[in-house]
């Protein structure tokens, strides 16, 4: 029997779509936590060092997101109007353009990237090993890349639960390649930092396999035709890069700015720098329901617009919004009461903990406004306006890197108040965003 294409909005339709989703992104997110934990023991400049590499990928990272974001609205869209044979060809269309966006990173990370770091990295040996651990990492971006289309494809044809058999495969690659590859175990050379960057190549191409395995034996192949006549068709690229092209500048800006800060958290030297590695931790490892649930809102509201119920919209991102700040709360408060737990994983000492643990509290408060405000931002994303998501995403961005600027460069004062810009940032995008659905001027959109 043919799996059903198109979405209710009960509480158990979006929890089927969003568990499997977090269950997904919180597998390479542990792996990079643990990827952490091995590289803080290694040593606090090996984790100082891991900020700046970590979130100049995340620029990559981001930008196959914001495609994956808009493909996935667009698959959505389709199988919401039960129009199966328009999807294989969109997703022909999305791998296309990946590929393509994946070698110009590649190109960009050895050309240009090093005058970039030489240009604002103050420590000779954090630059060193930033440009010979990049040089190394940027060539997952491919495999990466098209894993995420493959994502795109599974949850907009409400499949999501098989995404956890390829992450769960990339993940288990990872670890043991880190491991092995970090500290030279099981007969494999010992690369220290470097090994991370190999590690994370070959689990990504693992990643990428498995899945398409996963998608031949479920017969996902064949029902789409997805490998079967592909040509480029310059009018659904077009289509396409309208819908994801405001989302990758979107998610490129975001994980600049964040760039950008962690530039200037080197300037205040190494240990608040490392500090700073395990924040971004809390974002990507605990911050997997909400990424979750944003997506299950991008997917859902697109869906159930193809179904030609807009009316059901508000109702539906209320519902996946409160799911979602449950579970951010618990989170939180569990955060503030074992802040020592937390930290204690890193392997820096309890002096290391007690300068981050002030931090943290602020970080926890921001990751349950994260909660709510990805929702509503996600959700427009569903409704096919992406182009108010960029600007949505701009101002805030503006605001955050002005701020954070100010606090970090200007006035010297400490992170702390640093990482309060992500208080700032995340309840203007939430509120903007709330405020544009309300409205309702995204009921027009046609995509």
Request: glycine share 8%; with cysteine; charged share 10%.
């Amino acid at each position: 029997m043919a799996h059903a294409l198109q979405v209710g909005t009960s509480y158990r339709q979006i929890l089927k779509i969003a568990l499997p989703i977090s269950m997904a992104l919180f597998v390479p997110q542990l792996n990079l936590i643990i990827n952490t934990i091995f590289l803080g023991h290694l040593s606090e400049q090996a984790l100082a060092t891991a900020s700046i590499t970590g979130v100049y990928y995340l620029i990559f990272g981001g930008i196959g997101f914001g495609l994956n974001n808009g493909l996935q609205a667009l698959i959505s869209r389709r199988a919401g109007e039960n129009k199966p044979k328009e999807i294989g060809t969109i997703f022909q269309q999305g791998v296309f353009i990946a590929v393509c966006i994946g070698m110009f990173g590649i190109a960009f990370t050895y050309l240009i990237a090093p005058l970039i770091f030489k240009a604002t990295i103050q420590s000779s040996e954090i630059y060193e090993d930033t440009i010979s651990f990049l040089n190394i990492r940027i060539l997952g971006l491919p495999f990466l890349y098209i894993y995420q289309m493959r994502n795109a494809l599974l949850v907009g044809i409400n499949r999501s639960k098989l995404l956890i058999i390829g992450t769960a495969a990339e993940a288990a690659a990872n670890v043991f390649l880190d491991y092995s590859l970090i500290y030279g175990k099981f007969g494999l050379p010992q690369m220290g930092f470097n090994g991370a960057a190999v590690a994370s190549i070959i689990a990504e191409f693992v990643g990428m396999f498995v899945i398409f395995l996963v998608v031949q034996a479920q017969g996902i192949s064949k029902q789409f035709s997805l490998f079967y006549g592909f040509r480029y068709n310059k009018e659904l690229t077009v289509k396409i890069l309208q819908l994801s092209g405001p989302l990758i500048f979107q998610m490129a800006i975001s994980v600049i700015s964040w760039f950008f800060f962690y530039v200037l958290v080197e300037h205040h030297g190494q240990t608040n720098l490392a500090i700073s590695t395990t924040m971004r931790n809390v974002f990507g490892f605990f911050g997997v329901f909400n990424w979750a649930f944003s997506s299950a809102a991008n997917s859902m509201v697109s869906n159930v617009i193809g179904q030609g119920k807009k009316e059901v919209v508000v109702r539906l991102i209320a519902k996946i919004m409160l799911l979602s700040m449950s579970i951010s709360i618990v989170i939180c408060l569990l955060l503030n009461l074992f802040p020592q737990v937390y930290f204690s994983v890193f392997g820096q000492g309890e002096d290391f903990a007690r300068e981050g643990i002030p931090t943290l509290r602020i970080v926890s408060i921001a990751l349950v406004l994260m909660s709510s405000s990805t929702v509503w931002l996600n959700a427009i994303t569903g409704t096919g306006k992406s182009n108010i998501t960029f600007f949505i995403e701009l101002i805030a961005i503006i605001v955050y890197c002005v701020y954070a600027y100010v606090v970090l460069e200007s006035m010297r004062w400490s992170i702390t108040w640093g990482w309060s810009s992500e208080l700032i940032y995340w309840t203007l995008l939430g509120g903007l965003s709330f405020l544009y659905i309300r409205s309702g001027r995204w009921k027009s959109k046609v995509i």
